[in-house]
C-alpha cells in the first residue's frame, strides 16, 4: 500500500544509547521532513531533506543526525540520547516544496528516554 | 520568524454545538492548510485556503482565509464526538518546503 510508514511505534532506551528511528514512503516524493511533537510546543521541525543526498537543519536540529541516501528513506539518528528528547516524532513527504501540496505524515514513533 | 498561533488551545462542547476555532500571524501566507490529527496518528489535511477572503465547506466545517492573508478560521457546526481531536493550522516555511505549525486547538466533544 501506498504511504508512509515509521518504525519502531515505541521506544524506550536509556540516556546516552543512540538510537534509529525510520521513515520509508512510497510516493516517491521529494521532501521529507522530521518534526518531534511536544505539549506546549507543538509540532517543531527537527531536519528535512529536498532530495536524496541534500538534507539541511530545521528549527530544532540539536542531537539529531539524518541521511537520506535513497529517495523513500529519511531516517533520524539520536547519537546519545537525552531525557529531553523524549517525544513523539512523526516523519512527513511532500510532493512539493512550495505551494500547496499537503504534509503527508506517519503515525508517528514515541520516544522514552530513562 | 513567521509565527502562527491558534485559539483557544482547548475547547471542551456538547454534542450539537458550534464552535469557532482561531489561527493568527503577524506574517502573511500564500495559503494556509488545517490538518486534523486524532490520538496516536499523525495529522491529516483537511483543507489549503490560497485566496485571501476565501471560504471553503467540507460537510459542517467551514473554513475562511483573512483578506489579508494573515489569519484563518475554522467553524464547526453541530458538532459530533467524531470531531474530536486536535486541529493545526499551518503555513508555507518559505523555501526550504516546510510548514510552519500553530500550537493545535484540542477539541472534545461530548455526546
Known amino acids: 500500500d501506498a504511504g508512509i510508514t515509521q518504525s519502531p511505534r515505541y521506544k524506550i532506551t536509556e540516556t546516552g544509547r543512540q538510537v534509529t528511528l525510520m521513515c520509508h514512503q512510497t510516493?516517491?516524493?521529494?521532501?521529507m521532513f522530521w518534526y518531534r511533537q511536544d505539549l506546549g510546543h507543538g509540532l517543531r521541525l527537527i531536519y528535512y531533506s529536498a532530495a536524496a543526498d541534500i538534507t539541511d537543519k530545521g528549527e530544532v536540529p540539536d542531537g539529531y543526525v539524518v541521511s537520506r541516501s535513497k529517495t523513500e528513506n529519511f531516517p533520524l539518528t539520536l547519537e546519545s540520547a537525552t531525557r529531553s528528547q523524549t517525544s513523539v516524532y512523526f516523519c512527513?513527504?511532500?510532493?512539493?516544496?512550495?505551494?500547496?501540496?499537503?504534509?503527508?505524515f506517519g503515525n508517528g514513533t514515541r520516544l522514552t528516554v530513562t | 520568524t513567521q509565527l502562527l498561533e491558534q485559539s483557544p488551545q482547548f475547547l471542551s462542547i456538547q454534542e450539537g454545538e458550534n464552535l469557532t476555532v482561531y489561527c493568527n500571524s503577524s506574517s502573511v501566507f500564500s495559503s494556509l492548510q488545517w490538518y486534523r490529527q486524532e490520538p496516536g496518528e499523525g495529522p491529516v489535511l483537511l483543507v489549503t485556503?490560497?485566496?485571501?477572503?476565501e471560504v471553503k465547506k467540507l460537510k459542517r466545517l467551514t473554513f475562511q482565509f483573512g483578506d489579508a492573508r494573515k489569519d484563518s478560521s475554522l467553524h464547526i457546526t453541530a458538532a459530533q464526538p467524531g470531531d474530536t481531536g486536535l486541529y493545526l493550522c499551518a503555513g508555507d516555511g518559505g523555501s526550504q518546503g516546510n510548514l510552519i505549525f500553530g500550537k493545535g486547538t484540542k477539541l472534545s466533544v461530548k455526546p
Open positions: 485556503v490560497v485566496t485571501g477572503g
Open positions: 512527513a513527504s511532500r510532493e512539493g516544496g512550495v505551494g500547496n501540496s499537503p504534509l503527508h
Open positions: 510516493w516517491s516524493h521529494s521532501y
